[in-house]
């Protein structure tokens, strides 16, 4: 049995994705923060069969321009799962979201990908949300990026016996998030491997509190950010893989600031009560670690990432 026809040649979509802060201290594998960062791609449908990619900014120099872009195989994914055949492509992508520091590279590749299918797709296959993340937690292997990527905002995330499930929430306008980012990289493999894989039952309690907290204080309280940012379950097993990054996050935190490690490192996250306590924040970080510091002062990202028709001369 032959796959339905292939979309028509020449149309275009244009994907706009957010970079995605998970974890947030306390809320391992299931909280995360959409940011005012984002990856920008215009997908067309070729009249012949092939692939042309084309990339810059970000990881311009190591992304892959064959199938096995991450992008490529996320549509090629969508395309598979609905039982449509893929056409030739065409990728433009403009990266700005910084691979491999913490910040949901992959993940924004994978809500990128599934993005530009919904487009290419739309009029003939629907892919919903429910859809959307099932497809992108299968992807990525667990949902905490994907779903601030797809919906943003702050989302809770979780798994039951149907599939991914998320909670979208709006964060309180007193936070201002922070990142700081340094040159070298971490494999969320290996930060992943650094964890025990049974933790005491009095950690796992005081996670289940300060996650409950957090939620709290991004939404209603953000004056009780510092007591909800505290983690027992992953960041000090992964201190000793990326010294600076624990250096720092110890320095802003014994100063009163809401410090995290960024997803799976090695950037930080400051989830700032206001702006002036940003400003304090940034000038403590040039001196607390030998490490250079680039700091991106974001808004939280409410809207996830979009998908639109490509009209000649849009970005």
Do not use: C
């Not at 994705?17 to 974890?23: E, M, Q, W």
């Not at 994914?77 to 691979?99: C, D, Q, S």
């Not at 950037?267 to 702006?275: E, I, K």
């Amino acid at each position: 049995m032959s796959a339905a026809p292939a979309v028509a040649p020449g149309r275009s979509v244009v994907v706009r994705v957010p970079a995605t802060s998970a974890n947030l201290g306390p809320g391992f594998d299931t909280l995360g923060l959409a940011l005012s960062v984002y990856d920008e791609l215009v997908v067309t449908a070729l009249p012949y069969d092939g692939l042309e990619v084309e990339v810059t900014g970000e990881g311009a120099d190591d992304v892959p321009r064959d199938a096995s872009n991450l992008v490529v195989r996320s549509i090629a994914y969508a395309f598979e799962a609905v039982g449509r055949r893929l056409p030739g492509l065409r990728l433009e992508a403009k990266n700005v979201i910084p691979h491999g520091r913490g910040m949901g590279s992959s993940g924004a590749a994978v809500v990128s990908g599934l993005l530009a299918a919904k487009g290419l797709l739309e009029g003939d296959v629907l892919l919903g949300d429910e859809t959307l993340l099932s497809l992108a937690t299968e992807l990525e292997g667990h949902p905490d990026n994907v779903a601030p990527a797809l919906f943003g905002g702050l989302t809770i995330a979780w798994m039951d016996e149907t599939g991914p499930q998320h909670k979208k929430l709006l964060v309180h306008r007193g936070v201002s998030p922070l990142v700081f980012v340094p040159e070298f990289t971490m494999s969320t493999k290996l930060a992943r491997s650094l964890q025990p894989t049974q933790v005491p039952r009095e950690d796992a309690v005081f996670n289940v509190s300060r996650s409950a907290l957090l939620i709290a204080a991004l939404t209603q309280s953000p004056e009780l950010l510092l007591a909800a940012t505290e983690d027992k379950l992953h960041q000090n097993y992964r201190a000793p893989a990326m010294l600076d990054t624990d250096k720092l996050v110890r320095a802003l935190r014994e100063k009163g600031f809401a410090a995290v490690v960024s997803g799976a490192g090695p950037s930080v996250l400051v989830l700032a009560d206001g702006p002036g306590q940003r400003l304090e924040a940034a000038e403590l970080a040039r001196t607390a670690t030998d490490t250079p510091w680039e700091a991106l002062m974001l808004a939280v990202d409410f809207k996830g990432g979009t998908v639109r028709e490509y009209a000649e001369g849009s970005t």
